[in-house]
Nanobody, 114 residues
Framework: QVQLVESGGGLVQPGGSLRLSCAAS????????MGWYRQAPGKQRDLVAS???????NYADSVKGRFTISRDNAKNTVYLQMNSLQPEDTAVYYC????????WGLGTQVTVSS
């Protein structure tokens, strides 16, 4: 059974930082391209950052320079380091195994508010 379990969300003040983790099981993690997506209330789910099996990364323009995606294949885990958080970053953040097959986690809430 495939599972993607996100953790690390929470409430943070503007300018603060959070580190999200996504632990994968039931897949050959090292061969998967992985991604972090987010969905704010009333909006569509958008790509935040992605990382290939080879370690190449891609970021949405809105998070470039503030967020960093990384992976640890030994731990079957992908991370999203989020710095300089702003209220517009408030959303549910989802982990996705993108290829060769698609799997989603259940999400973790990130709220940026003073």
């Amino acid at each position: 059974q495939v599972q993607l379990v996100e953790s690390g969300g929470g409430l943070v003040q503007p300018g603060g930082s959070l580190r999200l983790s996504c632990a994968a099981s039931g897949i050959s993690f090292a061969i998967y391209n992985m991604g972090w997506y987010r969905q704010a209330p009333g909006k569509q789910r958008d790509l935040v950052a992605s990382i290939t099996s080879g370690g190449s990364t891609n970021y949405a323009d809105s998070v470039k320079g503030r967020f960093t995606i990384s992976r640890d294949n030994a731990k079957n885990t992908v991370y999203l380091q989020m710095n300089s958080l702003q209220p517009e970053d408030t959303a549910v953040y989802y982990c996705k195994a993108r290829a060769p097959y698609v799997y989603w986690g259940l999400g973790t809430q990130v709220t940026v508010s003073s």
